[in-house]
């Protein structure tokens, strides 16, 4: 039995995750962006129309890759090179997401890969630090931290 605690999720979880099929992971995460865009919660703003983008859960073995096309998320079906790619574990996401940790703390303690287009990744960073959060989302945030 090993002394220290590990909290993340097991190693087998993300053996799995890396063999689901990259259309398959897309599909479900862009769901949820959409979800997002059509409450407004999430416009992406007009410097993103065209561009690319994957994001992995690095404790999870998932990535998902997806294009904003007129405003609107969409799934990308292919394992191919995105213009800005973003890793994370899950936790630090989620972080993130909530609005508990900024970007910039999680890249400069190196629990934030970023990698590609360094403009593109300056003007999303912008993007989600200035997006205003769900009300749910916030009483989320106070109740967990």
């Given at each position: 039995m090993s002394s220290a605690l590990n909290l993340g999720p097991p190693a087998w979880l993300a053996r799995v995750g890396r063999r689901l099929p990259a259309p398959f992971v897309s599909l479900h995460f862009v769901a949820g962006l959409e979800l997002s865009r059509r409450l407004n919660?999430?416009?992406?703003?007009a410097e993103l129309d065209g561009r690319s983008f994957a994001i992995t859960i690095e404790d999870l073995g998932l990535r998902s890759a997806f294009t904003v096309r007129g405003g609107a998320?969409?799934?990308a079906w292919d394992r191919a090179t995105c213009d800005l790619e973003l890793g994370a574990k899950?936790?630090?996401l989620i972080s993130l997401v909530r609005?508990?940790?900024d970007a910039d703390t999680l890249f400069f303690q190196r629990r934030l890969r970023i990698s590609g287009d360094t403009e593109l990744g300056l003007i999303v960073k912008n993007w989600l630090d200035a997006a205003p959060r769900p009300a749910w989302l916030e009483r989320l945030r106070g109740a967990g931290g």
């Open positions: 919660w999430l416009q992406p703003p998320f969409r799934p899950l936790a630090d609005g508990q940790t």
